[in-house]
T-cell receptor, first 113, second 114 residues
Framework: SQTIHQWPATLVQPVGSPLSLECTVE??????LYWYRQAAGRGLQLLFY??????ISSEVPQNLSASRPQDRQFILSSKKLLLSDSGFYLC????????????FGSGTRLTVV | KNQVEQSPQSLIILEGKNCTLQ??????????LRWYKQDTGRGPVSLTI?????NTKSNGRYTATLDADTKQSSLHITASQLSDSASYIC?????????????FGAGTRLAVHP
């Protein structure tokens, strides 16, 4: 069966420090991968998605970047965190077919201080 | 503009009672509509998924309905349990888009009290 792992679960980082959040998927190949941010009381906002290794699409301009160095690995990064980067970050994967489900990771609570 | 609106924003019910959450959308045409349950501090977990041609889908005590004519969906929870306390998110996938085009509601926060 397919599983998705996301870490760390919580992170407190000072302003100006770098960021690296990692997400990996097991039990499937060539998944579509996504990074979302969830603000309190608001819907999920898509930040990046990837349909293959090295293929990254950005949905909103921001202080963050994403990379996909391996088929089942998706990384969210920042060189210098801002206070406004605080939030709940979710990784998700889906299959290539529209009949596949859309599965989320357990999330990372990022607090920039 | 494609939107998904959920109501109520929050809801408190007593354990054992039933409740219904609403989702109105303006996405047209759409491919499917999903309901997710999200525990505090956790990722959303899929409850149901319905295509535009389906009217109802059940998952245990959770029953989702869809009226494509009025562009409304509801999630009915029967005999609520304390573990049902969570946010419930309605998500609509436009027909023309890939998965990156999913449109999320802001969610309904449900609290079940003993």
């Amino acid at each position: 069966s397919q599983t998705i792992h996301q870490w760390p679960a919580t992170l407190v980082q000072p302003v100006g420090s770098p960021l690296s959040l990692e997400c990996t998927v097991e039990g499937t190949s060539n998944p579509n991968l996504y990074w979302y941010r969830q603000a309190a009381g608001r819907g999920l906002q898509l930040l990046f998605y990837s349909v293959g290794i090295g293929q990254i699409s950005s949905e909103v301009p921001q202080n963050l970047s994403a990379s996909r160095p391996q088929d089942r690995q998706f990384i969210l990064s920042s060189k210098k965190l801002l206070l406004s980067d605080s939030g709940f970050y979710l990784c998700a994967w889906s299959g290539q077919s529209s009949n596949y489900g859309y599965t989320f990771g357990s999330g990372t609570r990022l607090t920039v201080v | 503009k494609n939107q998904v609106e959920q109501s109520p924003q929050s809801l408190i019910i007593l354990e054992g009672k039933n409740c219904t959450l609403q989702c109105n959308y303006t996405v047209s045409p759409f491919s499917n509509l999903r309901w997710y349950k999200q525990d505090t501090g956790r990722g959303p977990v899929s409850l149901t998924i319905m295509t535009f041609s389906e009217n109802t889908k059940s998952n245990g005590r959770y029953t989702a309905t869809l009226d494509a004519d009025t562009k409304q969906s509801s999630l009915h929870i029967t005999a609520s349990q304390l573990s049902d306390s969570a946010s419930y998110i309605c998500v609509v996938s436009p027909f023309s888009g890939g998965y990156n085009k999913l449109i999320f509601g802001a969610g309904t926060r449900l609290a079940v009290h003993p």
